[in-house]
Every structure is written in C-alpha cells, then in structure tokens.
C-alpha cells in the first residue's frame, strides 16, 4: 500500500463522485470509465458486501433506485446481483451494465491508472464483517502503485480496516462539522476530513487546514462553488460532473 504522504500528494482537486455519477449510472464501470475519460485522476466509490460475503460497488443498503430489482443487497448472493441491470434506469445506452464487484472495480482503476476513495457503506448491523471483507480483498488485490483513501460514516468500519491495513489513510466523513471534529480525528485516526457543502464555513476550513488535516468537500456541481471552497483551502472537490469543473476552472 502507498503511504498516507504519497497519496496525499497525488490527491487531485478533482474527484469524480460514484465515478462520474451526473454523466453515467454511478459506481458502475461505466461511470469509473466516464471519470477517467473526463481528466479525473481519482475517483470516489461506495462498496458494501453480498449475502455470500463478496465486496461490491453500491451506495445503497436496497438495489431499488439503481437496478431494475429490489430489496436489501445483504440478502442477495452475487449471482442475483450480477443478473441485476444496474444502467438502464440512467439511460438507455446503459442497460446491460452491472453492479460490479470490488474486484472488477480495482481492475478498471489500474487500468485506467485512476486513484481511489474508496467509501465503505454497510448495512447497519453489519458494519464489522462489511469492514472486514473490504479489508481482506484489498489486501488481496489492491495494486500497490494507485492512491488509496478509505472513508465512512461508520467509524466502526474506519477502526476494523485501520486494525487490518494500518498504512492505509482513513477519511473521516460527516455531513456537518462537529464541534469536537478535532477530537474525533484524532481518536480514529484520520488524515483527511470529508464534509457536506453546505455545512462547512470558512473558518472551518481554515481550523482543519491549519490543524494540518486535508480537507475533501462533497458534493459540490456548481464551478463558482468549487472555486471559493478551494480558496477557503479545501484539498479536493467531490462532484458528479468532474467535466464541467476542467472546463471551468483553471486547475
Ligand atoms: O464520500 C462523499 C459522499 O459520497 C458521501 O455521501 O451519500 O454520496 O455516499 P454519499
Ligand atoms: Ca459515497
């Protein structure tokens, strides 16, 4: 694994968010592919676990909104997954496209030579075996040379992967910032700090920044927005439309 430093230095101001989630049907190979062909260097991506313990691309806990099927993803083997239709609810000229596993995601990274927040999202209630399996496939498979951050609003999941991959940096995700946002970073272990746009304040900005943390705003759609949070000092900007942001933004 590359070191917190490393990873941090390759950290664009661009991230594309689910891959490139407001031009292609998110954390599919098809947005991950869309991203990279927008100029995006990173890209971030949500992974949870099947009924059978395999780690797949998916925000939500039910496959309703994003698959033509439905129902809780933890009570689903791979195979049903894999039959899912994951693009066509997007668009048309995406049907056939897949929930794709962790596995075939890290494959498409290193091809594209893309780095990767990867965010853990659990179903409640299983947040360590979530975390667990995460941990053992990177482990297995994750290519040394690509930038790897691990964030999730389960600070459960934050403390098993630390547990099992201790070089890896942890993102410490959050809507808004908490009074005791210092305390909580340090407790966990985290480098960077990722909050919702419209919480953060600049003088926020400023504390996490001068408190020597990297600071990663979601998710920001707007170029004249992503221009002032990176002038209050954010490291990164998460957005479904990493396009329009290079179009726009003199990076
Ligand atoms: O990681 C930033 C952002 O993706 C967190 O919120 O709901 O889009 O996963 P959500
Ligand atoms: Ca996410």
């Known amino acids: 694994m590359m070191s917190a430093d490393a990873v941090f230095r390759k950290l664009p101001k661009i ?44 925000h939500d806990s039910d496959v309703r909104r994003c698959t033509d099927g439905s129902g809780p993803i933890l009570l689903k083997t791979l195979e049903e997954v894999r039959k899912l239709d994951a693009g066509r609810w997007f668009a048309p000229e995406f049907a056939g496209e897949r929930i794709p596993t962790l596995k075939e995601a890290t494959d498409t990274l290193r091809s594209l030579d893309l780095g990767l927040n990867l965010e853990i999202k659990p179903t409640v209630g299983w947040q360590i075996p979530t975390a667990q399996q995460v941990a ?50 340090a407790d966990y272990g985290c480098a960077s700090l990722h909050c919702e746009r419209h919480y953060l304040t600049a003088a926020d900005a400023r504390a996490i ?29 998460i957005t479904d439309f990493p396009d329009r942001m290079f179009e726009t933004l003199n990076l």
């Open 209 to 237: 920044k001068d408190a020597g943390y990297y600071l990663l705003v979601y998710t920001v759609n707007d170029p004249e927005e992503a221009r002032r949070l990176l002038d209050w000092g954010a490291d990164a900007i």
């Open 15 to 58: 991230v594309g968010h689910r891959g490139a989630c407001g031009l292609a049907p998110e954390n599919t190979l098809a947005s991950i592919r869309k991203a990279a062909e927008t100029g995006a260097s990173f890209v971030e991506i949500d992974v949870t676990v099947t009924k059978d313990d395999v780690a797949v691309i998916q």
């Open 136 to 185: 053992k496939e990177l482990l297995a498979d994750w290519p040394a040379k690509l930038p790897l951050l691990i964030s999730s609003f389960a600070v459960e999941c934050l403390i098993e992967v630390h547990r099992h991959i201790p070089a890896l940096p942890l993102g410490y995700l959050t809507s808004a910032v908490p009074p005791d946002w210092q305390t909580r970073m």
